[in-house]
């Protein structure tokens, strides 16, 4: 097939999104598909043999790191001459909205995917005014979309009841060679103990933010003074979070990518997801794939990934005595310990790229059928411009 997929971030940029984007286009290239990516300014010219059209954009002001795309003629022109079988765009906002309607000018197959819970972010951002009416601005941008998809069947209910329609779930993946158990390191464990490897170390992995209710940690570090954390990680929130923990037992390592990444899920002695408002959380995924136990907050899709008592613990997120019960009862079990990880990394083994990628083709396909009665002229412009 020929795709071309929209996104609001991109390579070189560190995030979830970008994480499940080099890998899937990677698949899809690997598998013989021709993918041509649509990205703003800032992203890479190349990735795993797909073109990147890099279209002007400006900064997000109350989100550093993201940038908004403005309307271009060169994202129709662009997507004419490519002639694609069908169009994906991803967590579509600015630049995935105008590859919609160009698709739908062109009379192309359509798909969205829904990954980021806008709505529960807002508040954060002091952008509360803006909730009542970001529900009816999500569905009119998807239902331009022949095939929608999500992370989590928490997150296709959620889409569902606000007339989000045609709703599937594209999960994602997780490299099961990279984050191992193997990757674990004393040198790693040196620095998210702060050189205090011997007792127990606590590990945070994503966007360091207002959304991922990482202010939960006072209340872990306050009751159970032997613990240490490890925010990996940056974003709007990390000025405030160094305040706030001020000379406490937390490191701040920023951003780490691949074997670093692998050897610090493998290093901790548990993984702890306090957020409210995740799609699906893939460092969940890649924690459980590490061996490493994961405890986290009972809400949005991380529910998807851990199942209570077997490949994890869960918590009421609004119930911090509940959070230190789960980490106190896996840090003094070491048995049910051993035994969250071992069935955690047998969960994670089920997600593999390659299955997931081979899942979202055939969502493509269904697109496919679905938009074709109105994909003439896209199938018109791939021979007028050859």
């Known amino acids: 097939m020929r795709i071309a997929i929209f996104t609001e971030v991109f390579l070189p940029k560190i995030d979830g999104i970008t994480n499940r984007l080099r890998h899937t286009v990677a698949r899809l290239v690997a598998q013989g598909h021709e ?9 890479v010219a190349e990735h795993a043999g797909a073109r990147v059209v890099r279209i002007p954009s400006a900064p997000f002001k109350p989100y550093p790191g993201v940038r908004i795309a ?10 004419a001459r490519f002639g694609p079988d069908v169009v994906h765009a991803v967590g579509p906002a ?9 698709a739908a000018a062109l009379r192309l197959p359509r798909v969205a995917s829904y990954h980021t ?4 972010y807002l508040p954060g951002y002091g952008l509360d005014w803006v909730e009542a009416g970001i529900w009816p601005l999500i569905r009119n941008v998807h239902n331009l979309a022949h095939v929608n998809l999500c992370p989590s069947r928490f997150t296709r209910s959620e889409l569902s009841a606000h007339g989000v329609h045609d709703v599937g779930i594209w999960r994602g993946g997780v490299d099961t060679d990279l984050f191992h158990p193997s990757r674990r390191s004393l040198d790693m464990r040196m620095r ?8 127990p170390v606590l590990l945070s992995v994503g966007r360091l933010s207002p959304e991922k209710n990482l202010s939960l940690f006072t209340s872990v570090l306050d009751a159970l003074p032997d613990v240490r954390v490890a925010l990996v990680g940056d974003g709007p929130a990390r000025r405030d979070l160094e305040r706030e923990f001020g000379a406490r037992r937390v490191a701040f390592l920023g951003f780490l990518q691949g074997e670093e990444l692998a050897e610090a899920f493998a290093s901790a002695d548990a993984f702890v997801m306090p957020s409210r408002t995740e799609t699906l959380g893939f460092v969940v ?10 405890v986290a907050a009972n809400a949005g899709g991380v529910p998807d990934l851990v199942r209570h008592g077997e490949t994890g613990l869960l918590f009421d997120p609004d119930r911090p005595q509940e959070a230190i019960d789960a ?3 896996l840090l003094e079990r070491r048995g049910e310990r051993t035994y969250l990880a071992d069935l955690g990394r047998k969960a994670a083994r089920e997600s593999s790229w390659e299955a997931e990628t081979r899942g979202l083709v055939q969502n493509y396909r269904k697109a496919v059928v679905l938009g074709s009665q109105r994909g003439i002229a896209g199938r018109m412009a791939r021979v007028v411009w050859g």
């Open 327 to 329: 980490i106190s009862r």
């Open 285 to 294: 995924l890649e924690a459980m794939a590490a061996g490493c136990p994961v």
């Open 192 to 199: 998210l103990s702060g050189g205090r490897p011997d007792g």
């Open 70 to 79: 403005a309307p271009d003629p060169r994202i129709a022109w662009e997507l």
């Open 94 to 102: 600015i630049l995935g909205l105008w590859g919609l309607v160009a």
């Open 35 to 43: 993918v041509l990516v649509f990205a703003p300014d800032t992203a």
């Open 117 to 120: 819970d806008f709505p529960r």
